[in-house]
T-cell receptor, first 115, second 112 residues
Framework: SAVISQKPSRDICQRGTSLTIQCQVD?????MFWYRQQPGQSLTLIAT?????????ESGFVIDKFPISRPNLTFSTLTVSNMSPEDSSIYLC????????????FGQGTRLTVV | QKEVEQDPGPLSVPEGAIVSLNCTYS??????FMWYRQYSRKGPELLMY????GNKEDGRFTAQVDKSSKYISLFIRDSQPSDSATYLC????????????FGQGTRLTINP
């Protein structure tokens, strides 16, 4: 199993600012995933981050709004840029178990409130 | 129409009851069906998964998949207060497609 640490666990931010969320994994993984979980909604995949290449974004999410870094096989960051209250959500980092993304491991999430 | 539909609840039952949680889906290409459990302020953790149709049992938990009806279920027998959590179904297309599609999650409370 993989142990994932996310920082910060929560934050309250002013609209128009940016927040960078860090995800640290205790083992090397090829693919890392960033999800958003809005109140009462399902987990929605934002993007997939592979080390050494550009992140792949899902429909409705763009790099300018959610830039992602993946400098090595154990670390990734997601930035939420130019925030508005609609960005208030829980953001989760996830990794796959081995080569098949069935058992996904998740961090504890970052609870973001934009005021 | 969402790809995966799940009744968000909340669902509240007495301890010892049998709980039934369900999801429907529209994408016939889904082959892997998973149930995740999420405690408050924690990330989801995998409970069990099933490939294609059929049943799978793990202790007090049974997962069922009916691909003809595009319907999956999770049954919890002899429910315990520690089972109180949000349960999310998730699905995936076959090999090579790494994207998980989640249901909304059902918030379950088991009352002592």
């Amino acid at each position: 199993s993989a142990v994932i640490s996310q920082k910060p666990s929560r934050d309250i931010c002013q609209r128009g600012t940016s927040l960078t969320i860090q995800c640290q994994v205790d083992s090397q993984v090829t693919m890392m995933f960033w999800y958003r979980q809005q109140p009462g909604q399902s987990l929605t995949l934002i993007a997939t981050a592979n080390q050494g290449s550009e992140a792949t974004y899902e429909s409705g999410f763009v790099i300018d709004k959610f830039p992602i870094s993946r400098p090595n096989l154990t670390f990734s960051t997601l930035t939420v840029s130019n925030m508005s209250p609609e960005d208030s959500s829980i953001y989760l980092c996830s990794v796959a178990n081995g080569g098949s993304y069935i058992e996904a491991f998740f961090g504890q999430g970052t609870r973001l409130t934009v005021v | 129409q969402k790809e995966v539909e799940q009744d968000p609840g909340p669902l509240s039952v007495p301890e010892g009851a049998i709980v039934s949680l369900n999801c429907t889906y529209s994408n016939s290409a889904f082959q892997y069906f998973m149930w995740y459990r999420q405690y408050s302020r924690k990330g989801p953790e995998l409970l069990m998964y099933t490939y294609s149709s059929g049943n799978k049992e793990d202790g007090r938990f049974t997962a069922q998949v009916d691909k003809s009806s595009k319907y999956i279920s999770l049954f919890i027998r002899d429910s315990q207060p520690s089972d109180s959590a949000t349960y999310l179904c998730a699905m995936r297309e076959p090999e090579g497609a790494q994207k998980l599609v989640f249901g909304q999650g059902t918030r379950l409370t088991i009352n002592p």
